[in-house]
C-alpha cells in the first residue's frame, strides 16, 4: 500500500504530463501482480467502491476533533480526504498490507463493522497512507490521471502502438495479469475478439497540396463537415457503449443513445445534438459533454445523434 499511496501522491502534486507518464511507468514496471492490477483499476476509475460514504467519515474526523475545527479546516484545504487525513490522530502506524491485499479485506467488512474497521485503518497508517486510502474509499481520486494517459504510459513503456492498447482496453478485466504479462513481452497478447471492444479510427488528415495518386475530384464525394466530435457506438447482445475517438468510454453522458435499435452493430461517425428540428452547434454538444448524469431536462433540449 505505500507505494501506491507514494505514487498518488506523486502524481497529485506533479504538474507535468510527461513526468506523470514517468511516473506511471516506473511504478507499473516496479510493482507484482496482483497489486498493479488493482492499480490500474483504481487510476482508470473502473473501481467503485461503495462501502464508505463521505458522510460517515465527517462524523469519524468529529469524534476526534471539534467539529467547528473540522469545517474551518476543510474550507481551507478543500478537499475532504485531504483534510481527515492532516487531522486524523496519528496512532502507532503499523506495516499495512498491501494493496490488491487492502481492497479484499475492506470489501469483507461487514456492514455494521464499517464504521470501526476503517477508523482502525485510518490510525495505523500514515498521512500519505491515510489519504490514498480515503481517496480509494470515496472513489474521488482527483489527481490528474486519466486513461488516454494510462494507455499512453503503457505504450511507451512496453514499445507496442498505442492504437493497438487503445482497442484492448475495454476488454481488459481484472486480475490483468495476462495484459501486463504481454506488456513486459513474457505472454501473448489479449484477445480483442470480444463484443463491445473499441477499435481505432483511420483519422482525416489535411493536405497541404492536392496529391496526384488522389486521382480525379469528379471520383469522389463530399460531405459537410459536422460541428461535433468523432464517436463509435457497439450495440451487442442488448448492451451498448459509446467511445470518444480515443477510446473514452464517454456512454455515461449520452443515455439518450440506448433508444437506438438493438442488434449487433458499430456505427463510426460523428457525435451531435439536436435543437429543434436543426443540427446544434458545437457549443450545444458541449454542454453534454464531460457530464456522468445529465439531467432529463438537458436531455429533452438537446438529444444525441451519431451522423
Known amino acids: 500500500m505505500k507505494q501506491f499511496a507514494r505514487l498518488m501522491d506523486a502524481l497529485s502534486l506533479e504538474p507535468s504530463r510527461d513526468q506523470k507518464l ?58 475532504l480526504a485531504e483534510t481527515i487525513s492532516l487531522l486524523w490522530p496519528q496512532g502507532k502506524p503499523t506495516e499495512l498490507p498491501g494493496l490488491s491485499e487492502l481492497i479484499l479485506l475492506m470489501e469483507t467488512w461487514p456492514k455494521q463493522m464499517v464504521r470501526q474497521e476503517m477508523a482502525r485503518l485510518l490510525s495505523s497508517a500514515e498521512t500519505t497512507e491515510r489519504w490514498a486510502i480515503l481517496k480509494m474509499a470515496t472513489g474521488g481520486l482527483r489527481i490528474g490521471v486519466s486513461g488516454a494517459m494510462l494507455r ?18 475495454h476488454g481488459l478485466a481484472q486480475p490483468h495479469d495476462n495484459f501486463f ?21 483511420m483519422l482525416a488528415h489535411p493536405l497541404t497540396e492536392p496529391s496526384k495518386q ?3 475530384a469528379a471520383d469522389f464525394q ?8 468523432r464517436a463509435q457506438y457497439h450495440r451487442h447482445g442488448g448492451q451498448w457503449r459509446l467511445y470518444s475517438r480515443t477510446g473514452e468510454d ?39 459533454l464531460n457530464r456522468k448524469k445529465p439531467s432529463k431536462k438537458r436531455m429533452e433540449a438537446s438529444p444525441a445523434i451519431i451522423m
Open 214 to 216: 488522389l486521382g480525379c
Open 22 to 79: 514517468l511516473l506511471l511507468q516506473d511504478y507499473f514496471a516496479n510493482t507484482p501482480d496482483p497489486d498493479r492490477g488493482w492499480a490500474l483499476e483504481i487510476l482508470d476509475g473502473r473501481h467503485k467502491p461503495s462501502i464508505v460514504k463521505p458522510a460517515l467519515l465527517r462524523e469519524l474526523i468529529t469524534e476526534h476533533i471539534d467539529p467547528i475545527l473540522f469545517e474551518l479546516s476543510y474550507d481551507y484545504v478543500g478537499d
Open 250 to 288: 464517454i456512454s455515461g453522458g449520452f443515455p439518450d443513445l440506448s433508444e437506438l435499435p438493438d442488434g449487433s452493430y458499430i456505427l463510426d461517425g460523428e457525435l451531435l445534438v439536436l435543437r429543434g428540428d436543426d443540427v446544434g452547434s458545437f457549443g450545444d454538444l458541449q454542454q453534454r
Open 222 to 229: 463530399a460531405e459537410w463537415k459536422w460541428d461535433g466530435i
Open 152 to 169: 499512453e504510459a503503457f505504450a511507451r513503456w512496453s514499445g507496442h502502438e498505442r492504437s493497438i492498447i487503445d482497442e484492448l482496453w
Open 181 to 201: 504479462a504481454w506488456l513486459e513481452g513474457s505472454g501473448p497478447m489479449p484477445e480483442r475478439d470480444r463484443p463491445l471492444m473499441f477499435f481505432s479510427p
